[in-house]
């Protein structure tokens, strides 16, 4: 009975092909279509156009509280691009790009934040799910859906997405478990964004990385320069590959910056240099891609020019259908609704106790 | 079906619950059993026995020992198109998975405007009374009925303890069903073809004009004997089992209070900010004119369940102090 090392197989690898000063390394350049990089790029415009907008909405007073994504375009489009329609993206609360991409209407995520639930409706070609509020939760569904398409033999995968605050969630490690154990088809994508709220990164964890917390489970994990769209799309195809193929799933830690605010109702300068968000800023993602793509002859200053003015007009097309279906004020009434499939008797009766308040408010109003 | 005394058969509570699990296995293969101990062991209170062997590892899923994790993957097989029964060994236990319940399965509907159900169902045993101590005995069914967007189940009986489990698959709403843990080895008559039931209606269990006793679960069939000896004195107590705890059936009871004119609540969970609480004022608002005399509640004492025998019994509602508690409110006005 000697005490003995026990030889783990494990390493953390680390990926990188488009480093910030735009030099790529073309051994591990990944083989994307042109006409798919060109998407890319345009959706990281879209992007981040949009998050603009938005954010110019929400001071406006027009919209309420949104959690903005400057910064992490690359390391969310690099990973659902990989995705089929017929896939389950499970998200956070920050995974705007993403969700654009898989084909969700802009006006409907105003409709949400505009304090409308139907913008949460997901096109019905697609197996998306809303946004989730509490940090970490729904990791742990997306661990269900992937099991319910083992069960049901279907090829689909589940691809996660979730911050570095939300890695310190039991749920998180329970998911993983979960995973692990019934190897079901399911990408876990962490945006390590270095804050949690005010928290940063090394508060967060002792861990070197964030990756390694897979290797409990005996799972897959590779870290990525989540500011590189070509690692993230590269670690994604692998990732992907194997769990649809029946390999099991796979935890991905994307590094990168939240350039903006944890959410409108934060100020990010009580905690964070604007030093360190310079630095960041010099590693944008959308700056890098562009450069990689001029290099390649597939874009100039002049198309990207073309592209921003288009995406700016798509933005503001949306923006003018939200403002339409806005113009009718929600129904107080319609709070009742979506509780249940059928409404039950003391909900009705509170209902009826409403719109009985409502009314006599109207009519008080209306004699002045 | 001529002789109806021969279409009846004993079984006991936990078999009908196996008996509305295997149904529910073969009538449905979306269905599938998770939770911890389901499997081999046959769950902690041997209410799966046999069903691994019957349906396979992968409808009987033994868990890892991680409820917010079991619960989490079923509200996604739900999403996914499953038709999950998960079992939190009892409802101790689901605190740990309660950001799931509360935070996910009850709000999901709403989140996404209307476009997902969370058609989950979730088994747990419940109660005190079987010396297991303050941090497994809870009766915590009253705060999961203060959640809107589930519904809330407590079969006492073994009708219901067969028939809820199906309708409550039906739903496509999370359905949280408590079995009380005490009642597992209670014999009950379950006729031949027994099936599915309703699951939002309360029952009259047996008919009075003095009082209404107004009970679910383990505190029914003490609030029955309590009746019977009542009934000795002269004293016809009206009992009616909740069933569902949410919603409430409140017509069930007011109508019966409108009769009586008394009513006792008697609820295992603690008296503060209980369903017992709930019960009382709805009377209140509902029924108040009817009363003759005011709203008792016979509820555990508030303190954490005593581990020794004689406390635990002290702690708990019991026939004695229902048949006590009534008798006062019915003499108090002559």
């Known amino acids: 009975m000697p005490k003995k090392e026990i030889e783990l197989p494990y390493r953390v690898s680390y990926l990188s092909i488009l480093d910030e000063n735009g030099q790529l390394d073309k051994e ?15 959706g990281m415009l879209l992007a981040r156009r949009f998050d603009e907008r938005m954010l110019t909405l929400q001071r406006q007073g027009k919209i309420g509280t949104f959690a903005p994504i400057k910064g992490q375009e690359a390391s969310q489009l690099g990973a659902v691009a990989l995705l089929e329609p017929s896939d389950w993206l499970v998200p956070s609360f920050r995974e705007m790009p993403s969700e654009l991409w898989r084909g969700k209407k802009m006006e409907n995520i105003l409709l949400v934040y505009g ?58 490690f329970e998911a993983m478990n979960f995973a692990s154990v019934y190897q079901v088809p399911l990408i876990f994508v962490c945006q390590n964004n270095q804050w949690a709220i005010s928290v940063p990164r090394s508060k967060q964890t002792r861990s070197r990385t964030l990756a390694q917390k897979a290797l409990a489970f005996d799972m897959p994990c590779i870290q990525v320069d989540g500011n590189d769209i070509l690692a993230v799309y590269a670690a994604a195809k692998e990732a992907v590959e194997r769990a649809r193929s029946g390999g099991g799933p796979t935890l991905m830690e994307c590094i ?16 964070r240099t604007d030093e360190e968000v310079a630095e960041w800023e010099k590693r944008d993602p959308l700056v890098r891609f562009q450069k990689y793509l001029k290099d390649k002859g597939l874009l100039s200053d002049e198309k990207i020019q073309a592209v921003d003015e288009e995406v700016k007009s798509e933005v503001k097309a949306a923006e003018g259908r939200w403002e339409e279906i806005t113009r009718k004020t929600p129904d107080p009434l319609d709070m009742f609704e979506h509780l249940y499939a059928e409404t039950p008797p003391h909900l009705l009766e509170q209902r009826a106790e409403l719109e009985r308040e409502l009314a006599e408010k109207r009519k008080e109003a209306d004699n002045g | 079906m001529t002789n109806g005394v021969e279409t009846l058969r004993k079984v006991t509570y936990r078999e009908a619950v196996r008996e509305a699990i295997r149904e529910a296995m073969q009538k449905d293969t979306r269905v599938f059993l998770m939770g911890e101990d389901v499997g081999h062991y046959g769950g902690c209170f041997a209410v799966s026995k046999g069903l691994l062997e019957e349906f396979g590892p992968e409808r009987i899923r033994d868990t890892p020992l991680s409820e917010s994790g079991f619960v989490g993957a079923g509200i996604g097989a739900a999403l996914g198109g499953m038709r999950p029964i998960v079992e939190i060994m009892t409802v101790n236990f689901s605190l740990l998975a309660a950001d799931q319940i509360i935070n996910n399965a009850a709000v999901y509907l709403h989140m996404s405007g209307g476009l997902f159900n969370v058609p989950l169902v979730i088994r747990s045993a419940t109660g005190g009374g079987r010396q297991v101590g303050a941090q497994h005995s809870r009766s915590l069914e009253g705060w999961f009925a203060h ?16 028939g809820m489990l199906w309708t409550a698959l039906e739903d496509p709403d999370p359905v949280l069903i408590f079995e009380n843990s005490g009642l597992y080895n209670m014999e009950g008559m379950l006729p031949a073809g027994a099936g599915a039931v309703d699951i939002d209606r309360a029952r009259v269990r047996r008919e009075g004009k003095d009082i209404t006793l107004i009970s679910y679960s383990a505190s029914l069939f003490k609030s029955l004997d309590a009746a019977e000896i009542l009934s000795r004195e002269g004293i016809e107590a009206e009992v009616i089992d909740l069933r569902s705890l949410r919603p409430l059936d409140e017509k069930t009871f007011l109508d019966s209070v409108a009769k009586t004119h008394r009513a006792l609540v008697v609820d295992e969970g603690w008296r503060t900010g209980s369903l017992a609480a709930e019960i009382s004022a709805r009377i209140m608002e509902g029924a108040f004119y009817e009363l003759d005399a005011p709203v008792e509640r016979l509820c555990s004492a508030e303190v954490p369940m005593p581990y020794a025998k004689h406390l635990e019994e002290a702690a708990l509602p019991q026939v004695d102090k229902i048949v006590d508690l009534a008798r006062k409110m019915v003499k108090a006005d002559g």
């Open chain 1, 28 to 42: 591990l350049e990944p083989d994307i279509p042109e006409d798919l990089l060109l998407k890319l790029h345009r």
């Open chain 1, 115 to 172: 304090g409308y639930n139907e913008g949460g409706h997901i096109p019905s070609d697609l197996n998306d799910l809303p946004v989730s509020i509490p940090v970490g939760t729904h990791p742990l569904h997306a661990a269900g859906i992937a099991y319910a398409m083992k069960y049901r033999g279907k090829k689909d995968v589940a691809m996660t997405f979730f911050g570095d605050g939300a890695t310190s969630e039991g749920d998180f």
């Open chain 2, 147 to 162: 959640i809107p967007g589930i519904k809330v189940l407590s079969p006492a009986t073994v009708e219901d303890a067969r």
């Open chain 1, 256 to 271: 990168t910056y939240r350039m903006s605010v944890h959410t409108t109702a934060d100020d990010p300068k009580r905690y």
